[in-house]
């Protein structure tokens, strides 16, 4: 294995809650109330749609796509979702210093060093908004590949804590068999005084529709005994993408760090984070809000405090 590359999950396309547009001659990010699958390829429109992004419309009634059936990979928590503070180089996309809150990898021109990680609020380095947390979800969603995955990006703190609750919560539930549960990605809301009221869109991860946690416990169980029954050694799948990840100092590439820096890391969503919180509202961009997502939510709240009564 080539020592200081970092082996990571192979990705078959990417899943996303937003896009890249083009305003005034910049390309900028618009945030977006649905999931949205692409391939790794991308046109002058931007990224190019996976053909499982038409098939899972037509099974949602060509409604918008606001869950998404999938299947971890690994049973790990840690290796189907990674996350950690990120700092990049705007110009170049090369990661200048990596930490998780306590310990940090920086690159200085002696090398990589490591440091204490105060975590971005307290960290001179980090000031304006230079740091952030940066997960990826790595998921299955096509059974003709197996061990390939769709990834999902993020750099909000909701989907980031979130995700790494349930995949915790369900391998616990679950006594380790977390790749063999039958989950869903599923797009929530919510408003906060920093969002001035307007819906803030994020990831969770739950059950598939119509599964209790005993069924899919049992459902689990099943295929977990079915997969050791022909061969299949999970464990040692999960050695192998332990050993693959920590084969370099920085699990993120350049060229990703380029696609990250344009994409989460924008000149007008600087400026807002330096400003003070009062003066905010002018530099905060506009999400494509959809007041039918507000209703379906309503509608799912109302159906709850329904089902209790």
Not at 24 to 45: A, C, H, W, Y
Not at 199 to 219: H, K
């Amino acid at each position: 294995m080539i020592k200081g590359l970092a082996i990571t999950p192979p990705i078959l396309g990417r899943i996303s809650i937003g896009k890249m547009v083009e305003k005034n001659g910049k390309r900028v990010p618009e945030k977006d109330d649905q999931f949205t699958l692409t391939s790794q390829i991308q046109n002058k429109e931007g990224w190019v749609k996976h053909p499982l992004d038409e098939q899972l419309r037509s099974k949602a009634h060509n409604q918008k796509l606001r869950s998404i059936p999938v299947r971890m990979i690994f049973n790990d928590p840690e290796l189907n979702l990674r996350a950690e503070y990120s700092l990049f180089d705007r110009q170049t996309g090369r990661p200048v210093c990596i930490g998780n809150g306590e310990t940090c990898q920086r690159l200085t021109n002696q090398g990589v060093e490591h440091h204490p990680c105060p975590s971005p609020d307290l960290c001179s380095l980090a000031q304006g908004g230079l740091c952030k947390p940066y997960g990826r979800l790595y998921v299955n969603l096509d059974e003709s590949d197996e061990l390939g995955t769709f990834i999902f990006r993020t750099t909000g703190f909701n989907s980031i804590r979130t995700l790494a609750a349930r995949l915790s919560y369900y391998h616990a539930a679950s006594n380790g068999l977390l790749s063999c549960l039958p989950l869903q990605l599923t797009l929530r809301g919510k408003s906060t005084t920093q969002s001035y009221r307007t819906p803030v869109y994020y990831v969770d991860l739950t059950l598939r529709d119509g599964t209790n946690l005993q069924q899919a416990i049992q459902t689990a169980k099943e295929i977990n005994q079915q997969s050791k029954t022909v061969g299949f050694n999970q464990n040692a799948l999960d050695a192998t993408a332990r050993l693959g990840l920590s084969n370099a100092q920085f699990e993120v590439n350049t060229e990703e760090g380029l696609d990250l820096v344009e994409e989460f890391y924008t000149e007008e969503s600087s400026k807002a984070e330096q400003q003070p919180i009062g003066s905010r509202s002018k530099t905060i961009p506009k999400l494509n809000q959809d007041d039918g997502f507000v209703q379906d939510m309503q509608k799912g709240l109302q159906g709850s405090v329904r089902a209790v009564n």
